[in-house]
């Protein structure tokens, strides 16, 4: 962008799909940005994920080269040639007997072409690295501190290994456990940790012939959700349709065992096994291929932040991003989605920020705080209902949901009502309203009568 101001800098805290997608936006808009991760090298966490059309749409918006990353390494329903794009919902529980092959199809769902594609997420980002010049990501950073000292001052990073460095705006897209989040709210407040859901996913990447074995053709070239009363299995073809994406979501009356210091834990095939030995023979052979070709079995714990959702995504110079500010279950298949529409957002403001002409770095700091404020204005109501209604699917997924139990008309009805409320969303318009919102937050300010300004200022976030 023309007039970029290049002593305006942006630190992100966090190198997964978010923190990623968040500083292609930011290169491409000409804003210098810097993204701290605290692991030596990228290592994906779970194998697969899935792009609905308003994701794409963001990722359009926010850099040329995200959208071509995503149709790259993306997989479509069936023939890439000519896909289907249904999502269908199968009843994987009742068969006549336990040889039978048959799963009935409940329901299903259009997308749109090409509409819902999966691929393997650290092919995803492996394309968006070749997006972020060299010298924007150092690794090896752990976060320890941030100090907003005053306006007159640059916020201060302090890592674990003693570094510091400085910055004017502060990102915290560090996911479910983030640290920054502790540090906004203060390690008592309870949207603080994320809840557990008493529910947890077997993922694995089985290979296509395995999976056709097990499923039959069609099944495994096309995205199936097998359906049952109290656990179901999402089967998504991805790596161009070499492989399939597994996860089975199991319940369990105990609690995580280790808080949310580690969201995964060693699994008991034999528990995984028994599980699903009531369902049909498809589910029954995919389960059993699962663990077959997983020598170490784990289990991933199912959080999110419905019960202790974020007051706020923002407090003063600093916010949060993706899971660190709406963590959701996966149900909806649309929780990395409402991640880059966040960083869409965010790279729209701060991009304002950097090409603004302020007199003083108060009043820079002041359009800071104000991007930020429209940021979570903008963001907080979708997000954290996306997050409430992923909970509401999973639930209608495992026949528990009152209002549609075994009804299939109602399953429909509700889960085309909940994804269209996703997928058919206006990324131009919410941008529109996020700088409206930005614009009028800085004009307030620079008459002395901002609202809300934070009260932490000059004291140490911890």
């Known amino acids: 962008m023309p007039g970029v101001s290049q002593s305006f800098e942006v630190a992100i805290i966090g190198g997964g799909i978010v923190g990623l997608a ?42 040329p080269g995200a959208l071509a990353a995503e149709q790259k390494v993306a997989t479509a329903n069936g023939d890439p040639d000519d896909p289907n794009d249904w999502l269908r919902y199968l009843d994987g529980f009742h068969h006549t007997n336990d040889e039978a092959d048959e799963e009935t199809l409940l329901y299903e769902l259009y997308t749109g072409y090409r509409g819902f594609e999966g691929c393997v997420r650290a092919d995803f980002l492996n394309e968006l690295l070749k997006l972020i010049p060299d010298g924007v990501i150092e690794f090896g950073k752990s976060i320890h501190n941030i100090l907003d000292l005053g306006d007159e001052r640059r916020v201060l990073l302090q890592f674990e290994d003693g570094s510091v460095a400085e910055t004017d705006a502060v990102i915290g897209c560090d996911g479910i456990k983030s640290r920054v989040r502790k540090m906004m709210f203060g390690a008592d407040h309870p949207a603080t940790e994320p809840s557990y859901n008493h529910q947890y996913a077997l993922r694995g990447v089985i290979p296509m012939d395995k999976a056709i074995e097990a499923l039959g053709e069609y099944k495994a070239r096309n995205r199936h959700m097998h359906l049952g009363p109290d656990r179901h299995v999402v089967t998504v073809p991805i790596a161009l349709g070499k492989a399939l994406n597994v996860v089975a979501f199991i319940p369990d009356a105990e609690q995580w065992p280790s808080s949310t210091a580690q969201l995964t834990a060693p699994a008991d095939p034999a528990i995984v096994l028994d599980a699903f030995k009531d369902f049909g023979r498809p589910v029954r052979n995919l389960i059993q291929t699962l663990v077959d ?34 963590a959701s279950s996966p149900h909806h298949g649309a929780g990395a989605g409402m991640g880059i529409e966040d960083a869409l957002v965010l790279s729209e403001l701060l991009a304002e920020v950097a090409v603004g002409t302020f007199s003083s770095s108060k009043s820079r700091a002041e359009a800071v705080r104000a991007a930020f404020q429209a940021y979570t204005t903008t963001r907080k109501e979708r997000s954290q209902w996306v997050a409430e209604s992923s909970r509401v699917i999973g639930q209608m997924f495992e026949w528990r949901y009152p209002p549609t139990m075994r009804n299939w008309n109602k399953c429909l009805q509700e889960l085309t009502v909940r994804s269209h409320r996703i997928w058919h969303f206006d990324q131009e318009a919410m941008l529109l309203a996020a700088r409206a919102e930005y614009e009028t937050l800085l004009v307030r300010k620079q008459l002395g009568q901002a609202e809300n300004t934070p009260a932490t200022l000059g004291t140490e976030i911890s």
């Open 293 to 326: 070709l997983t020598p170490q079995l784990t289990k991933w714990g199912i959080f999110d932040s419905v019960d202790h959702p974020a007051p706020t995504f923002t407090e003063g110079r600093i916010c949060i991003a993706g899971d660190a500010a709406h």
């Open 22 to 63: 968040l500083a292609t936006g930011l290169v491409h808009r000409g804003v210098r940005v810097k993204l701290y991760e605290k692991t030596s090298s990228f290592r994906p966490i779970g194998a697969g994920i899935g792009f609905t059309p308003n994701t794409k749409q963001a990722l359009e918006l926010l850099h």
